[in-house]
């Protein structure tokens, strides 16, 4: 299940796994979104290929008005995921915090 | 139709993007008695995800469920997704994306099989008396 929401400071949380059968509640969510968007990974365990399609889409609608998603809190497998589809270059991604 | 042991496992399941929860709660299960690392058993669910939601969508009149196999030996795994009375679709000839385009010339989907080709280490297909089978083979960490 992937659970949604704003958090404290305004930031879209993502908790859970994102996978196709959650795309389109995302999507719901994610078209309420305007402006400068950052999304917090911080416990999402999975994204499928339609979770990334999602994101795309909403990056795309988001810059062309001059906003724009940025991500924090990216595991080391999303951002793998990330890496591997280019997307890396799409989204800007917060450097993981120093151990 | 289910059927398992230490090193192997079965099951059908729906064509239905519902029928994802099933299909993750039985990977899991898969590997909860000998544990891999999270990063692996994402990568194993992303593959069968796409394989079967390629099926759920493309193939969405076919009334057969799907069968799942998962095969574990010597710190590797084989999973194979098997579609029934269906059309031939080797995933292996589909052309990778360009994933160099900006976001402007960026569309929706097509990432799924190429990133799912750049998880695993082999990815086999057969064809035959309308059975389509797709097996990917994994090194488990």
Do not use: W
């Not at chain 2, 039985?26 to 995800?49: K, Q």
């Not at chain 2, 799942?68 to 994306?97: H, I, K, N, Y």
């Amino acid at each position: 299940m992937l659970d949604i929401r704003r958090g404290e400071n305004g930031e879209i949380v993502l908790s859970g796994r994102f996978d196709a059968s959650q795309a389109e509640q995302a999507e719901r969510f994610l078209e309420a979104a305007t402006g400068q968007v950052v999304l917090d990974f911080k416990d999402l365990q999975y994204i499928s290929s339609l979770g990334l399609g999602t994101l795309v889409k909403t990056q795309k609608r988001l810059q062309a008005v001059g906003g724009g998603i940025r991500l924090v809190n990216v595991s080391p497998h999303i951002r793998d995921i990330l890496q591997f589809s280019g997307l890396h270059f799409l989204f800007p991604i917060d450097a993981p915090p120093p151990k | 139709m289910a059927g398992s042991d230490a090193s192997s496992a079965s099951r059908r399941f729906r064509r239905s993007v519902d029928a994802l929860g099933e299909i993750f709660e039985f990977i899991e299960g898969f590997f909860a008695g000998a544990p891999v690392s999270p990063d692996c058993l994402h990568d194993v669910c992303f593959v069968v995800e796409e394989l079967f939601m390629n099926q759920v969508k493309y193939a969405a009149g076919n009334p057969n469920s799907l069968l799942l196999e998962l095969r574990r030996s010597d710190g590797r795994l084989a999973v194979s997704l098997t579609d029934f009375d269906a059309d031939p679709f080797d995933v292996r000839s589909v052309p990778d994306p360009r994933i160099d385009l900006p976001i402007e010339e960026r569309r929706p989907g097509g990432l799924g099989i190429y990133l799912s080709k750049k998880l695993v280490d082999g990815i086999d297909y057969e064809y035959v008396d309308r059975r389509s089978t797709t097996t990917f083979t994994k090194a488990l960490r």
